[in-house]
T-cell receptor, first 112, second 111 residues
């Protein structure tokens, strides 16, 4: 069974204090690893898809990287508006038809 | 270009009742998946519809059923509601096995 574990569960940063969120996964035949941002009471907002180990993608202050066992979401010089829950999910190939298995999320709070 | 839309936004039901939630996919998308997200948890896959058929199902009882219409919109039905069904219900649309985009969700409260 596919498993996704995110750490830490919660992270508090000062504005401008860079850090990383971790997503460890166990999946047979990874087809894609996804990062989403979710604000309270809202639906997840798509950030990145990573397909193979060594791949990196960037968007503003966020950079996602992928290895064979885990993914990191690096946040550089965060601002208070980056505060949200960040979700990681995996998609297994074969007959999974795009089913996503999610981790429990990391709650990020950035203080001004 | 409209994204994924869901209705209603909020819903309050009592135990034993039935509920129907609705989803319109992003323009050009033909695949709709439903997820349940309990407070403080990641979304859990319920099922996926493609070409008006349920193509894959997660670990949810038969009380959860769905439908996809020819215009690709979808409904999620839950019968015999339990207190534990209280959650945020999310619809995601995509092309087959491609990036999934989520709607704003429907908050269901069962009293």
């Amino acid at each position: 069974e596919d498993q996704v574990t995110q750490s830490p569960e919660a992270l508090r940063l000062q504005e401008g204090e860079s850090s990383s969120l971790n997503c460890s996964y166990t999946v047979s035949g990874l087809r894609g690893l996804f990062w989403y941002r979710q604000d309270p009471g809202k639906g997840p907002e798509f950030l990145f898809t990573l397909y193979s180990a060594g791949e990196e993608k960037e968007k503003e202050r966020l950079k996602a990287t992928l290895t064979k066992k885990e993914s990191f979401l690096h946040i550089t010089a965060p601002k208070p508006e980056d505060s949200a829950t960040y979700l990681c999910a995996v998609h297994r190939g074969g007959t999974s038809y795009g089913k996503l298995t999610f981790g429990q999320g990391t709650i990020l709070t950035v203080h001004p | 270009d409209a994204g994924v839309t869901q209705s209603p936004t909020h819903l309050i039901k009592t135990r034993g009742q039935q509920v129907t939630l609705r989803c319109s996919p992003k323009s050009g998308h033909d695949t709709v998946s439903w997820y349940q997200q309990a407070l403080g948890q990641g979304p859990q896959f319920i099922f996926q519809y493609y070409e008006e058929e349920e193509r894959q199902r997660g670990n949810f009882p038969d009380r959860f059923s769905g439908h996809q219409f020819p215009n690709y919109s979808s409904e999620l039905n839950v019968n015999a509601l339990l207190l534990g069904d209280s959650a945020l219900y999310l619809c995601a649309s995509s092309l087959p096995a491609r990036d999934a985009f989520f709607g704003p969700g429907t908050r269901l409260t069962v009293l």
